[in-house]
Nanobody
Framework: QVQLVESGGGLVQAGGSLRLSCAAS????????MGWFRQAPGKEREFVAA????????YYADSVKGRFTISRDNAKNTVYLQMNSLKPEDTAVYYC?????????????????WGQGTQVTVSS
């Protein structure tokens, strides 16, 4: 069993930054790829970023590439999402998820455990 708890969301002005954290419990954390997804009101959950179990490979949605950075600290069982140059269209609930495989994936069906989400609101 893996439990994921996100934190770090909040209200920020456009152009600002936030750092999301996802703390995981369970000994299988370090063996799984991890991902961040987001869901805005009335929209489907969408991929944001993913990272391989080793941290050596990262993947990003085109909409956040160059602005967001995913990282992980396996010793702390934590994955991060640094978000810079935030835009109003980044407003959503952000979820972290544990992958079924050691590799990152853009697909929600490749993840088995999800956190409860943290709200990010970017004002214009």
């Amino acid at each position: 069993q893996v439990q994921l708890v996100e934190s770090g969301g909040g209200l920020v002005q456009a152009g600002g930054s936030l750092r999301l954290s996802c703390a995981a419990s369970g000994r299988t954390f370090s063996s799984g790829g991890m991902g961040w997804f987001r869901q805005a009101p009335g929209k489907e959950r969408e991929f944001v970023a993913a990272i391989r179990w080793s941290g050596g490979n990262t993947y990003y949605a085109d909409s956040v590439k160059g602005r967001f950075t995913i990282s992980r600290d396996n010793a702390k069982n934590t994955v991060y999402l640094q978000m810079n140059s935030l835009k109003p269209e980044d407003t959503a609930v952000y979820y972290c998820a544990r992958g079924l495989s050691p590799f990152g994936s853009r697909r929600t069906l490749d993840y088995d455990y999800w956190g409860q989400g943290t709200q990010v609101t970017v004002s214009s």
